[in-house]
Structures are given as C-alpha cells and as structure tokens.
C-alpha cells in the first residue's frame, strides 16, 4: 500500500465530519462558516469518492490484513473499521442524490438507498463529531 492513501482517507474523513458537524462546528468556530459552506457546495462528489475510498479501505487493508491486525494490533483494527463504517455511511447520505438518479430505473435499489438515506440523515451531525475524532484518532495512530 502506498504511504499517500493514509493521508487521502484522513483528509477524506475529516472533509466528511466536517460537512456533516458544519452547523454545530460553525457554532463552536464561527470562522470555519466560509470553509464548511464552501464544502457544502460539492457534498455529492464528496460523498461518491467518500464511498469508493471506504471500499477501497475495507478491501484493501481492513480484510487484507485481518489475521495480522486481529493479532497484533486490534485497537488499530477496530479504529479503522469503525473509520470505513462512519465514511460510507456519511457518503452514503452525501451521494444520495446522485446514487438515486443512477438508480432510478431498479426499484430495489432506489428504495434501500431511501432507507438506508431515511435511517442515517436524524444521525447526520452526530456521525459528523464522531468522524472528526475517528480523524483525529486516526491521525495520532499514523503519526
């Protein structure tokens, strides 16, 4: 694995929590309004790469290396579960309208990404907190 896909998924993590907390952060720094608003404007595309890097990090290195991680480092292991777990959901809620207009024409599909929307969006800002600090926590383990 590259040393730069780390960093992506950090960024990518913290770009997440940031659009999904931006009102409560904005409440606690009033000078972070101009960036989160600037944020808001591409939350689709955030949210499709946000899904594609979370499977992308499942694949790659949550199963790849589960023996290993499950041995020798399973607080790192659970870390980045729990990363991979908050990023798709949080993309999950992001993508949904582009998700739903690629969908339209499969029934099935549009109605579980409208569920799966429906049971996520109450928890938006409260995932948001929570991938800040998975960011914060994440940062700290590479570091």
């Not at 694995?1 to 931006?22: H, K, Q």
């Not at 582009?98 to 429906?118: D, F, M, P, R, V």
């Not at 109450?122 to 960011?135: D, Q, S, W």
């Amino acid at each position: 694995m590259s040393t730069l896909m780390p960093w992506v998924f950090l960024i990518t993590l913290l770009v997440m929590g940031l659009i999904a907390a931006a009102q409560k952060i904005g409440e606690l720094i009033p000078a972070s309004k101009q960036l989160t608003d600037y944020l808001k404007q591409s939350e689709g595309w955030v949210g499709l790469v946000a899904i594609f890097i979370s499977l992308y990090w499942l694949i790659f290195v949550v199963l790849r290396y589960i023996g290993v991680m499950l041995q020798h480092a399973l607080l790192s292991w659970i870390i980045s579960v729990l990363c991979v777990a908050v990023m798709f959901s949080l993309g999950l809620l992001f993508a949904k309208g582009q998700l739903s207009e690629w969908t339209k024409s499969n029934e099935s599909a549009t109605g579980l990404l409208n569920k799966a929307a429906a049971f996520l969006e109450p928890k938006r800002e409260m995932l948001g907190l929570v991938a800040l600090i998975l960011a914060l926590v994440f940062l700290g383990r590479m570091l």
